[in-house]
């Protein structure tokens, strides 16, 4: 079972990379935010993974960062949710809006992803609601800790940093998360530079 990668991008498409690792090139589909954080990258990122064996073959799904990928793993354990509108929910929707979905019961938020209408928007609320708020997937605190390998000692001076300039907490922490997930050994002054070029561009995840 292929968990994770670590090489270098290759070719970015529409729902797909091309990951070079060691010579060998891994086709991963992907989530439009994941494909957006990893896009900028220069050097070697770290890909988290999931295998799909079929009959006509082997899929692999690439996902920035753990929080994606275990979004990932519940939507599909839904019946009528493939891996193409797993992705297509995770594109649409931040992990935290999908959260919010299943704290207020919204169907109509998951109807935003292709594929998505409002009766398999309400058999996934459904099947998941207890397991999601039981587990609380999306606590600000599990942000933090799922930051790949990063420094969490630097990814929380810089959430408190942008705090202070204003910016809300949760906002902060996905930022620095989508940046610390692909960029893990960044110091402080370089983090904060790249959340606040992200914020300027409007490229908030």
């Known amino acids: 079972?292929?968990?994770?990668?670590?090489?270098?991008?290759?070719?970015?498409?529409?729902?797909?990379?091309?990951?070079d690792v060691n010579g060998v090139g891994y086709q991963l589909l992907c989530s439009s935010r994941t494909l957006e954080s990893v896009s900028r990258?220069?050097?070697?990122?770290?890909?988290?993974?999931?295998?799909?064996?079929?009959?006509?073959?082997?899929?692999?799904?690439g996902f920035a960062d753990e929080r994606e990928r275990s979004w990932f793993n519940m939507l599909i354990s839904v019946q009528g949710v493939g891996g193409k509108v797993a992705l297509a929910i995770l594109s649409a929707l931040s992990?935290?809006?999908?959260?919010?979905?299943?704290?207020?019961?919204?169907k109509t938020?998951?109807?935003?992803?292709?594929?998505?209408?409002?009766?398999?928007?309400?058999?996934i609320l459904s099947?998941?609601?207890?397991k999601v708020l039981g587990k609380g997937m999306i606590a600000e605190t599990a942000m933090l800790t799922n930051t790949?390998?990063?420094?969490?000692?630097?990814?929380?001076?810089?959430?408190?940093?942008l705090e202070?300039?204003?910016?809300?907490r949760g906002d902060a922490m996905r930022i620095v998360?989508?940046?610390?997930?692909?960029?893990?050994?960044?110091?402080?002054?370089?983090?904060l530079r790249r959340a606040l070029a992200k914020i300027a561009t409007g490229n908030s995840l």
């Not at 992990?95 to 919204?106: K, L, Q, W």
């Open 177 to 191: 998360s989508s940046i610390s997930a692909v960029e893990p050994d960044l110091p402080f002054d370089s983090l």
């Open 95 to 106: 992990p935290e809006d999908i959260y919010s979905a299943f704290c207020s019961g919204d």
């Open 127 to 130: 099947e998941l609601k207890d």
């Open 41 to 61: 990258c220069r050097d070697m990122v770290h890909i988290y993974t999931v295998m799909s064996v079929r009959e006509d073959g082997w899929i692999l799904y």
């Open 109 to 123: 938020m998951l109807t935003r992803a292709d594929g998505v209408g409002a009766k398999l928007a309400t058999r």
């Open 148 to 161: 790949m390998n990063a420094d969490k000692t630097i990814v929380s001076d810089v959430v408190s940093a």
């Open 1 to 19: 079972m292929i968990t994770h990668l670590k090489g270098n991008i290759e070719t970015i498409n529409e729902s797909s990379l091309v990951l």
């Open 164 to 168: 202070n300039l204003g910016y809300q």
